[in-house]
Structure formats: structure tokens, C-alpha cells
């Protein structure tokens, strides 16, 4: 199975596609941000801190925001400590 990677050399028509694969992961959120245990927030969790065009503290509040909506979606009762 071949790697894709936004910086390969030869990958160009996929930075071309950012703007579609993000209109996609907002409206995944719009239509069930919950889905899977908050997996679209996990998705943009890691996303968001390579989003182009952002400033490094957008990124991180960005983040952070997913983090804790995944957090929050979760189906299983996480004890507060372990």
C-alpha cells in the first residue's frame, strides 16, 4: 500500500484537493460530530496542527477544541483516575 503524503514531490493534485477534504470534515461534523466516539474530532485534532494557513496559536486552540469535543463524545465512562 503506497504512502500519501501532503509534501511528496509528486503529489501535487493533493494539496490542490485541501480545500475539498476540509469541506468534507466540517460537514462530517455538521452531520454527526459524535459519530464513531468523536473520531471526525480526532481526525482534525491531528489535522489542525498542520492546517496551511493558520497561525500557531489558532492551530493549538484549534486542537484543543477537538480534543476535548472527542473527549466529550466518548460512549464509555473513563474514570477520573486510574
Known amino acids: 500500500m503506497g504512502r500519501c503524503g501532503i509534501g511528496d514531490q509528486g503529489n501535487t493534485d493533493l494539496i490542490a484537493d485541501l480545500p475539498l477534504i476540509e469541506a468534507l470534515m466540517d460537514r462530517?461534523?455538521?452531520?454527526?460530530?459524535?459519530?464513531?466516539?468523536g473520531a471526525i474530532h480526532s481526525l482534525?485534532?491531528?489535522?489542525?496542527?498542520?492546517?496551511p494557513g493558520c497561525t500557531t496559536e489558532e492551530r493549538i486552540k484549534n486542537a484543543q477544541t477537538h480534543f476535548e469535543r472527542a473527549w466529550n463524545s466518548r460512549k464509555v465512562e473513563m474514570p477520573d483516575r486510574l
Open 44 to 51: 482534525l485534532l491531528s489535522y489542525e496542527m498542520s492546517r
Open 28 to 37: 462530517a461534523l455538521v452531520l454527526d460530530e459524535s459519530y464513531d466516539h
